[in-house]
């Protein structure tokens, strides 16, 4: 095996312009897949970020809304009846709406999803730096780093939204009172403020008004015991009218198009790495023909099957080895490029897993080539059959 | 002395439907260690499937083939071409050298296939090119040396894991007159040298006057051997001598009359 590699490794060497640009090939396409996967991710983190990082188990949803947030409507009263059910430790409104922050003339304003949270409750994010909101109707926020970023601002700093309200125009002023991690949700980075100005504050077809009914999309529902969310998610639906329950990864994956947009594109990234599988396959199959009469050569003279396969396995794995490192680096690399605005979540998990499979398909690919190559026969490839 | 190839009945048959070809036709013979012999006949006479056959690359339908006294046929296949990486040397027509490696690394790749790989050994190496004039191509890569250059390092790498039978399928096939005759010269000396048992497969009998003994071959069998230096040379250079009829042959005279060559 160790001659087989030895042949590998000098071919490769005394042919490195020839490799080199199949690993270029390889590289182009591990560059499409993981591309391909770090924008599902970042599409998946923008949806979900926040509803999956949620200090809860369940969420609870009004009924017949197909655990859409932006469809459900609850309120106080459904928030009450969550509460008395046995198993739940705490519960809060949770509500969500989309506003902008305006960053001054000449600059484009910032797209934000605004979540109202009650103070102290499941649904308020933790701080990265600052402090929790205080009071139900404050004028405060958090913002989630993203926002902190587009915006540059920070914590104890004023800033206005703009919100449509009965077809106008209306700005609200807010302070950051603390800053979390990143936590998008509805394709936006996150603003989270008090509830009920949230109530007050955001789009609505009518004027916002203090005294206004407190009425939010959903309630956040933290659990005693975590692992018995079943039983009470059971409990829930049957104590309390009118609702529909569903675990933070069911609501999160409920979420309009999440799976559709997540299938699309692992459906590419399937094709890709199908396509990588023919790719390699193809190169190392025309690499195999076109040395027939060499591995003739070499298994005349005495060289085993092992060594044979070996030289050709190993070249594969090396080729597509580089091919892949080249191309998860240049994906990489060129990420940083990215503004923070496209969603592209480069988690070193996922572009690893990506390696992985490429490393496990470039042989996949390559094994029609070792099995031609361990059938060349010595006689035929040395024109040694006849005469 | 024992020989160091020992061919017994050895018979290749083909069946095509109801055809039945026999490209081998019950060959014995015997080489010793030091001797040089070509195999010599036209083509289909069998030669090179014969050559096949001795190299363990091809079952005799019927026969026994001894190298160094061990019967091939009895081999399984892992431990023939363990066999033929240990006891045979081979030099081809085409396809000799790994285009990849170095002229050096092309023969020590011998030593390396059997694990002998050593300071000695590539010493060996680097001697025996350096005898075969390619002392100064040790790290030319073949596409860089000429024809009759690569015949001679496959000649090296054919000899350096000191086999007992060296094979060689029209060594001069691809080289002009003059390389061809250093080529097989270089070839035979070596072999005497080293008393390694060869057997040259050859068209050109022109090159037969460095080999111990010509066996001429035709439709499968052996038709004839030669092994005086008179009817070998007469072979090699016809215009030397007056061709008479093989019957006619007689042993006394054979300084002046020549063999036909088939």
Redesign the interface.
């Known amino acids: 095996m160790f001659?087989g590699i030895?042949?590998a490794m000098?071919?490769l060497?005394?042919?490195r312009g020839k490799f080199l640009l199949f690993s270029l090939v390889i590289a182009l396409i591990t560059f499409l897949v993981v591309f391909i996967t770090a924008l599902g991710e970042g599409l998946a983190a923008s949806n979900k970020e926040y509803i999956e990082g949620l200090d809860a188990q369940l969420l609870v949803f009004r009924k017949n809304s197909d655990l859409n947030i932006q469809a459900s409507s609850v309120n106080q009263s459904d928030l009450r009846a969550v509460k008395r059910v046995e198993g739940v430790e705490a519960a809060g409104l949770i509500g969500l709406s989309r506003v902008a922050i305006p960053l001054g003339e000449g600059k484009k304003a910032v797209d934000v999803t605004m979540v109202g949270v009650e103070p102290g409750e499941p649904g308020e994010p933790p701080v990265l730096r600052g402090q929790a909101l205080s009071r139900r109707r404050g004028k405060e926020a958090i913002i989630d780093v993203n926002v902190a970023r587009l915006t540059g601002l920070d914590v104890g700093d004023g800033f206005w939204i703009r919100s449509v309200q009965a077809s106008e125009e209306k700005f609200y002023e807010l302070t950051v009172v603390g800053i979390t991690r990143s936590q998008k949700v509805l394709f936006n980075p996150a603003i989270f403020v008090p509830i009920v100005y949230w109530e007050k504050i955001k789009p609505q077809a009518r004027l916002g008004a203090d005294e206004a009914e407190l009425v939010s999309n959903v309630v956040a529902v933290r659990l005693n015991d975590p692992a018995s969310w079943p039983q009470v998610m059971s409990q829930i639906m049957g104590e309390v009218s009118n609702v529909d329950v569903a675990d933070i990864v069911t609501a999160y994956k409920a979420t309009p198009g999440f799976q559709a947009q997540q299938s699309t594109l692992g459906t590419q990234r399937t094709f890709l790495l199908l396509i990588g599988v023919l790719v390699i396959g193809g190169f190392f199959q025309i690499q195999t023909l076109q040395k027939v009469?060499?591995l003739?050569?070499?298994?005349?003279?005495?060289?085993?099957n092992t060594?044979v396969a070996a030289a050709v396995l190993a070249q594969i794995v090396v080729v597509t080895l580089i091919g892949a490192l080249l191309g998860s680096g240049a994906s990489a690399g060129l990420s940083l490029l990215f503004p923070p605005t496209i969603p592209i979540v480069f988690e070193p998990q996922v572009v690893l897993s990506v390696l992985v499979y490429l490393m496990v398909i470039g042989p996949l690919g390559g094994l029609v080539s070792v099995r031609y190559a361990l059938r060349v026969e010595?006689?035929t490839?040395?024109?040694?059959?006849?005469? | 002395m024992a020989a160091a190839l020992e061919v017994q009945g050895v018979s290749k048959v083909y069946r095509n439907g109801g055809a039945v070809t026999r490209?081998v036709d019950h060959v014995s013979l015997s080489i010793e260690p030091g001797e040089f012999v070509a195999l010599v006949g036209p083509?289909?006479?069998?030669?090179?499937?014969l050559?096949?056959i001795l190299?363990g690359?091809?079952n005799p339908t019927e026969g026994t083939v001894k190298i160094d006294g061990e019967e091939l046929s009895k081999l399984g296949e892992?431990k023939r071409?363990?066999?033929?990486?240990?006891k045979?040397g081979?030099t081809?027509?085409?396809?000799?050298l790994?285009?990849?490696?170095t002229v050096l690394?092309n023969v020590t790749?011998?030593l390396?296939?059997n694990n002998r790989y050593d300071e000695a050994g590539l010493q060996r190496a680097k001697d025996l090119l350096a005898r075969l004039g390619l002392g100064d191509r040790l790290h030319y890569?073949p596409r860089q040396i000429s024809g009759g250059q690569q015949q001679r390092v496959a000649i090296a790498?054919s000899l350096i894991h000191l086999p007992s039978l060296v094979l060689a399928?029209e060594p001069t096939a691809s080289l002009d007159t003059e390389r061809a005759f250093q080529v097989v010269e270089t070839f035979a000396n070596l072999i005497h040298e080293q008393k390694r048992a060869g057997v040259m497969v050859t068209h050109d009998l022109r090159m037969v006057k460095y080999v111990d003994r010509v066996i001429q071959m035709l439709d499968g069998h052996i038709e004839r051997v030669l092994d005086s230096r008179a009817d070998i040379s007469c072979l090699a250079n016809p215009a030397d001598c007056t061709p008479i009829p093989v019957d006619a042959l007689d042993p006394n005279a054979a300084a002046q009359a020549c063999p036909s060559p088939y």
């Open positions: 001659l030895y042949l000098k071919e060497w005394r042919s009469g060499q003739g050569m070499l298994k005349a003279i005495g060289s085993s060594t010595p006689l490839a040395l024109g040694l059959a006849g005469g | 490209a083509s289909g006479s069998g030669k090179t499937t050559l096949a190299a690359l091809l892992r071409a363990l066999f033929r990486r240990q045979i081979f081809f027509q085409a396809n000799n790994v285009p990849y490696l690394e790749l011998m390396k296939l890569l790498r399928d």
